[in-house]
């Protein structure tokens, strides 16, 4: 448990330099095409996922083992962040207030990580249990509809229209639509579908719940979404 | 939906109820799951709403009418002509013929209405 814990403390670490970077650029470029800070945020969701690091000389992520394995095995407590000044100053900071004077049990390490590993567990746990339930309850919300044509169904009980499933995704549109409503707002939930967003947004979610102790990892799914209705429009009017 | 009207998947529904009541609730579920792919439940908690607006009622198993379609939709006709139309109905007709005009047919059928309704 400490172990897969540590890999992904590491693996999100290293994320986070990319995510800094899709933010800074996305600040700076404001006007940049839409699918350069894509390709970022697919990028940092690949050091996500893959836990297999490719070390290059190339690379400008300082280091891809900011903690290395000696947390928990060694009884010491050394970063490993590939920027000489901040591993320095970190070091010698616990160095001298942290292990002075202090006999460190030997697998001080492990047990720590051990029970962070738990506890993220229980917070995976906690995440997929909140979103299985939203969805059966939303599911349940928008069981009296009546199919109108293909995948496409009508509910009287609905405000604005959604699609719901990844698999099999269905388009679920408030009965009370006018016929030209309706079709540009099926317009627009197909140009979604035919970009796969309902994908996208599971991927997210689910990198969410592996990384729900990662502050920056929250900034993702928005960073997705807003992108995704405005492409969502623009591809519909070339359409 | 709100103010007594029904939506359209509600009128659907409501609309398999008229055509069959009474009707015990297990077979309107079974109906529903043939026509509308309801799942029981879906069909229970749709069905509570409809008689909880005074539509029908649910006696012991058995679905029952309490306001017939014809009376149903004559209400909302009624509603409408009053709120659009304050209550005119040639004020009504007019605005319906603006746009269709009126077959022989239906010029025979009023009339008729009219001859009758002169009489009472």
């Known amino acids: 448990m400490g172990a897969v814990f540590l890999k992904l403390l590491n693996m999100g670490i290293t994320a986070s ?128 509809a009546i199919p109108f044509k293909e995948s496409i169904w009508l509910c009287d009980y609905i405000k604005t229209p959604f699609i719901l499933g990844a698999f099999r995704p269905r388009i679920y549109l ?40 990662h502050p920056l990892v929250w900034r993702l799914p928005p960073g997705l979404r807003g992108n995704r209705c405005e492409r969502a429009d623009s591809l519909r009017a070339e359409l | 939906m709100t103010d007594g009207k029904l939506g359209v998947v509600e009128s659907r529904f409501a609309d398999l109820i008229w055509a069959n009541a009474p009707i015990a609730s297990g077979e309107l579920a079974k109906l529903c ?21 005074g539509i029908f009622k649910n006696e012991n198993g058995t679905v029952k009418v309490v306001v017939s379609r014809e009376d149903f939709y004559a209400a909302q006709g009624e509603t409408l002509v009053d709120e659009a139309f304050d209550g005119s109905l040639p004020a009504f007709l007019a605005a319906f013929t603006r746009r269709k005009a009126l077959s022989a047919d239906d010029i025979a059928k009023i009339r008729e209405m009219i001859d009758s309704a002169g009489e009472v």
């Open chain 2, 33 to 53: 799951e043939k026509e509308l792919t309801w799942k029981r439940t879906t069909t229970y908690n749709v069905l509570r709403k409809l008689c909880d607006r």
């Open chain 1, 17 to 144: 330099w990319l995510i800094l970077a899709v933010l800074l650029l996305r600040f700076l470029l404001k006007k940049a095409p839409k699918w350069i800070s894509c390709l970022l945020w697919a990028l940092a969701a690949l050091r996500l996922i893959c836990p297999i690091s490719v070390e290059s000389r190339l690379s400008l992520i300082p280091s891809a083992e900011t903690l290395p394995q000696t947390v928990m095995t060694g009884n010491s407590f050394q970063v490993n962040t590939g920027l000489n000044a901040v591993d320095a100053a970190v070091n010698t900071y616990l160095g001298d207030h942290y292990y002075e004077g202090v006999s460190v049990p030997a697998d001080y390490g492990n047990t720590v990580l051990n029970l962070l590993g738990f506890l993220w567990l229980l917070g995976v746990m906690a995440l997929v249990t909140y979103s299985t339930v939203s969805y059966l309850r939303l599911r349940r919300h928008v069981s009296a």
């Open chain 1, 174 to 213: 408030p009965s009370d639509l006018t016929e030209t409503q309706r079709s540009h707002v099926l317009a627009h939930e197909r140009a979604h579908l035919k970009r796969r967003d309902h994908w996208w947004k599971l991927l997210g979610f689910g990198l969410l719940t592996v990384y729900w102790f």
